[in-house]
């Protein structure tokens, strides 16, 4: 497959059939990380930029890991030492990115669109790294790359998301995805973190995680921002973990050899418990490794692409 794409801003403008060339492209990335050397030159003289004005040790480090795995050279612009934090404005900094002649620039923003926005602006490549409560379109590809490894095909599978589905952009990305891939998706939280104009998606939501476990192929438990709870969106700590907490005794209701998810970082003991976290039904660890390989892949789809991807 030819890949057309100048950027990623999130998964609407992707079909089932270049999805899954993604996540083709990412198991001889894989492969690539388990090997002693890591190191290919199939990027030399390609330049990837982080910019992230959210603080992301996690996606910010699987961004620059993919990209010198590549052989790319790498700058991280720290917006708080930049000058971002004097007063320069968005534009100015594409301006000065345009300028440096970058190949590709890996955005997180605390606002929707600002990705959008900066793919408008310049002739290099954007992969949005996370933007408000929009999108986080590599978050999704990286599960969706799980779940296949675990589950096969995805058409037909029950993937069941619970937790604070209004303030998240993981979902969002996940919804667009699964659907296009032929999953069944119910989303599951307290009313107040489950409006029910998040009908506007396209599938099911429930406010009783009990009654949508059974059948359920995969789990993914939501970071739950405990701040929430003072601001009222629900009654305690406690009370939210007792109806919607993951744990090894609520899973046996699935019914099946369930494998369970979390974007990270964890809350232990409130969105889902230790020893579930840590068992063999958790691909919680596989999804960073595979953040890596689905990032390079990525990568190297929108600024490498017509060369051998080994040496």
Known sequence: MNWKHKDLLDLDILTAEEIKHILKTAAPMKEI???????????????????????????????????????????????????????????D?????????????????????????LADELSAGVINGGDGQHAHPTQALLDFFTMQERLGELQGKKIVIVGDVLHSRVVRSNVLGLKKLGAEVVLVGPPTLLPSEMNYLGVKTSYDLDKELPGADAVMALRLQLERQQSGLFPSIREYSRLYGLSLERLKQTGKDTIIMHPGPMNRGVEITSDLADSVQSVIEEQVTNGVAVRMALIYLLIGGTGSVVD
């Open 93 to 117: 900094t594409a301006k000065t990115l345009q300028a440096m002649k970058v190949d590709l620039v890996v955005i997180r923003h605390g606002s929707s669109g600002v990705a959008g926005f």
């Open 33 to 91: 990380l388990a090997r002693p050397n890591k190191k290919l030159p199939t990027l030399r003289g390609k330049s990837v930029v982080m910019l992230f004005y959210e603080n992301s040790t996690r996606t910010r480090t699987s961004f620059e890991t993919a990209a010198k795995i590549l052989g790319a050279d790498t700058s991280n612009i720290a917006v708080a030492q930049s000058s971002v934090s004097k007063g320069e404005t968005l534009l």
